[in-house]
């Protein structure tokens, strides 16, 4: 069977964010020829202790290039700062201004629970986007647009209540995935947490679970399970 051509967004606080919790399932759509959009709401410019954070925000900028052009997506940077991405409607406009832009089918990002604000703040804002995004919006200049599907990646500073419910087979792009992750200074050991291993362990333990040799998890809003089991683009096994 043919897939039809669709599109994916993953919305990240942090650029580096889509790429840990969503990353293969990025390049496997990428390499697929599907469109894939890596939203990245700030640079996560405070995250390296060595270097002033207008230069760290030129690097993560440089960084997230090389990663999305390797998994084959498009990114897109938000102007948010990182640590201030705000509450209330401005986060949530603007995320559903891009989505009735770039029309996804699917969406995914962060967990609401974390122990990082501004990961709960832009789960909470892309959540409530799909929503406002198929409505109509005076002053936009595109349609609205309804999101088939939204799921939640899993993010090791995202754990609780994270249920792993969708398996996503990987195998044949976590070798796309290192090399687009190591892209980055913080993957390759600038913070001292193993994010290569990490993720890499995540998705071997995920496939042992699902029969592949690499599978990435997602959740599913409680609302969003009946149009969500309706909509299975790619394969993926259900826990
Ligand atoms: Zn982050």
Same mark, same amino acid.
């Given at each position: 069977?043919?897939?039809?051509? !669709?599109?994916?967004?993953?919305?990240?606080?942090?650029?580096?964010?889509?790429?840990?919790?969503?990353?293969?399932?990025?390049?496997?759509?990428?390499?697929?020829?599907?469109?894939?959009?890596?939203?990245?709401?700030?640079?996560?410019?405070?995250?390296?202790?060595k270097?002033p954070?207008?230069?760290?925000?030129?690097?993560?900028?440089?960084?997230?290039?090389?990663?999305?052009?390797?998994?084959?997506?498009?990114?897109?940077?938000?102007?948010?700062?990182?640590?201030?991405?705000?509450?209330?409607?401005?986060?949530?406009?603007?995320?559903?201004?891009?989505?009735?832009?770039?029309?996804?089918? !699917?969406? !995914?990002?962060?967990?609401?629970?974390?122990?990082?604000?501004?990961?709960?703040?832009?789960?909470?804002?892309?959540?409530?986007?799909?929503?406002?995004?198929?409505?109509?919006?005076?002053?936009?200049?595109?349609?609205?647009?309804?999101?088939?599907?939204l799921?939640?990646?899993?993010?090791?500073?995202?754990?609780?209540?994270?249920?792993?419910?969708?398996?996503?087979?990987?195998?044949?792009h976590?070798?796309?995935?290192?090399?687009?992750?190591?892209?980055?200074?913080?993957?390759?050991?600038?913070?001292?947490?193993?994010?290569?291993?990490?993720y890499?362990?995540?998705?071997?333990?995920?496939?042992?679970?699902?029969?592949?040799?690499?599978?990435?998890?997602?959740?599913?809003?409680?609302?969003?399970?009946?149009?969500?089991?309706?909509?299975?683009p790619?394969? !993926?096994?259900?826990?």
């Amino acid at each position: 069977m043919t897939l039809e051509r !669709i599109a994916l967004m993953v919305v990240g606080a942090h650029a580096g964010d889509a790429e840990n919790m969503a990353g293969a399932i990025a390049a496997k759509y990428g390499h697929s020829g599907h469109n894939v959009f890596l939203v990245h709401m700030t640079l996560g410019e405070r995250g390296n202790p060595k270097i002033p954070m207008e230069e760290y925000a030129k690097q993560k900028r440089r960084e997230s290039e090389r990663a999305a052009t390797l998994l084959r997506a498009t990114p897109v940077w938000l102007t948010y700062r990182d640590g201030e991405i705000p509450g209330g409607p401005e986060p949530r406009r603007t995320v559903a201004e891009l989505i009735r832009r770039h029309r996804p089918d !699917i969406v !995914i990002t962060h967990w609401r629970r974390s122990m990082h604000r501004d990961h709960s703040l832009a789960s909470v804002a892309t959540e409530e986007a799909v929503l406002d995004a198929a409505l109509k919006e005076m002053g936009s200049s595109y349609a609205p647009h309804a999101v088939k599907a939204l799921y939640f990646a899993e993010n090791w500073e995202d754990t609780p209540g994270f249920e792993p419910e969708l398996l996503i087979d990987v195998s044949d792009h976590i070798d796309i995935w290192k090399d687009a992750l190591e892209s980055y200074e913080f993957a390759r050991g600038l913070s001292g947490f193993n994010y290569l291993e990490y993720y890499t362990c995540l998705m071997r333990l995920h496939g042992l679970r699902s029969g592949v040799k690499y599978a990435e998890a997602l959740m599913r809003e409680e609302h969003s399970r009946q149009i969500a089991a309706d909509y299975i683009p790619l394969k !993926i096994n259900f826990l």
